[in-house]
């Protein structure tokens, strides 16, 4: 007889919800794939040899590659079971549910943030974007606004302060009309606008476009999920020329950073000392924001590169106040959220 959990049951709820909290920071969506140990799944699901945890796994974690090797620290690989998601979150009644410290925050506006890596943090980040929205709708955060390609425009335009000079058409295009070129490449490359998204974002901090790479994270292997895929990449000439104008971007950048002693001699600008710079440059953006936002009394809560707030901003007064501030020229695509 198939295992069904006691839904009444005070301990299975806390265990259930345990268990969503944890796919919603590691698999927020069902393109994410994450290499997961069972030490940083055990907690959160319980033992695997019980029935919840077994359930819980088989819910909401779908296995896509089940090699791991403890020596060299290789785990298998999950993506999140977005219909298990979706029937688990319906049984618990938790579609838009907030706990009451959240509540509290939505109420104020004042978030508790944790400041980690140039970031700010909340727990409302990792909820999955239609719920968060939902919440956000209900407690009258109405506006979201996003900073259009946000890191390759801070990044180029931190590079031309540098004395890059070589012209960049294709990522010009990309910055200033992202959501075209998202869906063009998207029907070329046979691949989602979300993958794009980070298929682009995966370039700019080096990924490998090795078809038959199996490190984990950083290979566009682990985006497009196949070999076919990746040929389809490497022979697409948008994205050759995306490339060549990203190299001699973080070339001037990497130049810059050895003459300040920030890169050793010889030292490659890998994807940990890029993303730290965007980070950098993303921090200087939000604090002018929300320093606007706060003499407005328009009540906000931020994600990384962008934020949803309460009142609608006068865009080109914000704008003004960030070139103002930062230097940066920076866009904004502004959605308004509905009763639906």
């Known amino acids: 007889m198939a295992y069904t959990p006691n839904f009444n049951d005070p301990r299975t709820i806390k265990k259930c919800i345990s268990a969503l909290e944890f796919v919603e920071s590691w698999l927020p969506n069902a393109h994410v794939i994450r290499q997961l140990s069972q030490s940083i799944i055990l907690p959160a699901f319980g033992q695997s040899n019980h029935n919840l945890g077994k359930y819980l796994r088989t819910q909401l974690l779908t296995v896509t590659d089940n090699h791991y090797n403890y020596l060299a620290k290789k785990c298998k690989k999950y993506r999140l079971n977005t219909l298990g998601y979706t029937q ?19 109420i104020t506006g004042e978030f508790d943030y944790t400041h980690k890596s140039d970031r700010y943090w909340t727990s409302m980040q990792f909820k999955p974007r239609r719920v968060k929205r939902d919440i956000l709708n209900k407690y009258g955060y109405t506006h979201e606004y996003d900073l259009c390609a946000a890191a390759h425009s801070l990044v180029l335009q931190h590079s031309r302060t540098l004395g890059f000079k070589k012209p960049t058409p ?30 682009l974002h995966s370039i700019m901090n080096g990924g490998k476009c090795n078809p ?24 697409n000439h948008t994205i050759q020329q995306f490339k060549a104008e990203m190299s001699a971007m973080w070339q001037c950048v990497s130049n810059n950073h050895r003459r300040r002693g920030l890169l050793l001699s010889g030292q490659r600008m890998g994807g940990s000392h890029r993303s730290r710079l965007y980070r950098q ?15 407005h009394n328009n009540r906000c ?31 904004l695509m502004w959605t308004i959220y509905n009763d639906d």
């Open 281 to 295: 440059l993303e921090s200087q953006v939000q604090r002018s924001i929300r320093k606007y936002l706060k003499s």
């Open 170 to 199: 294709h990522l010009d295009e990309y910055i200033h009309h992202t959501t075209r070129v998202r869906h063009q490449l998207s029907v070329q490359l046979g691949i989602s606008v979300d993958q794009v998204k980070r298929l």
């Open 301 to 331: 809560l931020f994600s990384h590169d962008g934020w949803s707030c309460q009142e609608a901003v006068d865009i080109s007064e914000l704008i003004h106040r960030v070139a103002i501030d930062t230097g940066f020229d920076i866009q």
């Open 212 to 235: 038959h790479a199996t490190s984990f994270g950083n290979s566009i292997l682990d985006i497009v999920g196949h070999s076919a895929g990746v040929v389809r990449v490497n022979n």
């Open 88 to 106: 688990l979150n319906a049984q618990l009644g938790r579609t838009s549910s907030v706990t009451p410290q959240v509540e509290q925050q939505l």
